[in-house]
């Protein structure tokens, strides 16, 4: 089975540029896709928190993986050697098709996997650093910082429904669709229900 992956970070960003590129890198090299998954979520969240892991779980040996770059998996370096190995362990083909490597159970691509998997990690590392001066800089400019008092945050929006968010889950509604309703992120959703509802 050939299985295509394809995440975002934010549902500003469009899914369709990946997905194109998977399809012509699929027609050249004379693949078929049989299944797509998407999702829109921050790389820095971990797979396990993903439809991604799930998606792992169901590979089996001799299944592909396709993604458009190794930083759609993940931002972080730990998340990153972890899903190689185990796309490694199960015997399962990853192709990267903006860096063109192919990811199996050999050495060069364990080597090639940690690299990409450090310079996923410096980037939003670099990133958070550009951030945190730029907020700086806005800071010492006397510019008002965060939200804009009296405006509605997601996790007021999460508390005043607090109680049909428990309903829908005891009901079997995924955390997906959960938050789909309440209008909210699936990684914010994860976050409410670790820290007010466990």
Not at 68 to 95: A, G, Q
Not at 172 to 187: D, L
């Amino acid at each position: 089975m050939v299985i295509a992956y394809l995440r975002v970070s934010t549902e500003k960003q469009f899914l369709e540029n990946q997905k194109n590129e998977i399809l012509r890198f699929a027609s050249k090299n004379n693949l078929m896709i049989d299944k797509w998954y998407k999702e829109t979520v921050s790389g820095s969240v971990s797979s396990k928190e993903r439809k991604l892991a799930k998606l792992l779980r169901k590979m089996e040996p001799g299944d592909s993986l396709i993604v458009t770059e190794i930083s759609r998996l993940s931002r972080t370096l730990l998340d990153i050697m972890n899903i190689l190995s185990s796309c490694i362990r199960k015997k399962v083909v990853l192709y990267s098709t903006k860096e063109g490597y192919i990811f199996q159970d050999d050495i060069n691509s364990k080597v090639l996997g940690f690299a990409f998997g450090l310079v996923a990690e410096i980037e939003r590392n670099l990133i958070s650093i550009r951030t945190k001066e730029a907020l700086t800089c806005r800071k010492k400019a006397g510019k008002e910082l965060g939200r804009k008092k009296g405006s509605i945050t997601k996790t007021k929006v999460l508390h005043d429904n607090k109680r049909m968010i428990i309903k829908h889950l005891k009901e079997g509604i995924s955390q997906e669709s959960v938050a789909k309703r309440f209008g909210v992120s699936r990684s914010t959703m994860s976050r409410y229900i670790k820290s007010e509802l466990n």
